[in-house]
């Protein structure tokens, strides 16, 4: 678990890796629109960011502050992204790169709260998704897709449990999802939807 100072340090060293590239680049691989002054203007689970180039400070046009670790997460899709389009393919976590060396931490921050929020009742994921234009999949019994950022679709899938076999679920990603965040920014990203999700019952 990472410290305050520690995530300080890490949003200052997303920002540097920032430094330098051309926010028409930058807006073009990430999906963003460039608004006035430069700024980058960039939705982020259903809300709008303003990220301003130069600094690289991220806000929301409204509603409640981000926290550190979204900053953090917003600035490592802009330096991360390179234009790749969408496969239309989902994949495992374990799928991503070193994404094996993670899979415990995933599991445990995101996949057993998803079961244990959801489980019991998997038609709820629907109604907490809507929050976020959650869209319907075709995947297990109660599937939904949630745009987290503009290249970054993620999965939440819940299989019903019985009187013999307990409640599952399952997190997948684009099979591009590689070319828009490193891989153990998506076991934050998966914990952290999974929690918003559970405010939303």
Known sequence: MQTPYNLSVTLEVARRKLNGKSVAEIAWRSKAVIGEDNQLLLPFLSRGCVITAGSWQVSVLKGTPLTITEEIMILH??????????????????????????TEPFTNRAIKPLVKFFGPEPTNLIQAAAQFQGTP?????????????????????????????????????????????????????????????????
């Open 137 to 201: 999949l075709q995947l297990g019994d109660v599937g939904i897709m949630v745009s987290v950022l503009p290249m970054v679709p993620v999965a939440l899938v819940l299989w019903e449990g019985d009187e013999e076999f307990p409640a599952t679920g399952n997190i997948l990603f684009d099979a591009s999802a590689e070319h828009y965040l490193p891989t153990e920014d998506f076991a934050v990203l998966s914990g952290m939807l999974v929690n918003k999700l559970r405010l939303q019952r």
């Open 77 to 102: 899709y802009l330096a991360t992204a390179d234009g790749t389009p969408l496969a239309n393919r989902w994949i495992s976590f374990k799928e991503l790169p070193g994404g094996n060396i993670y």
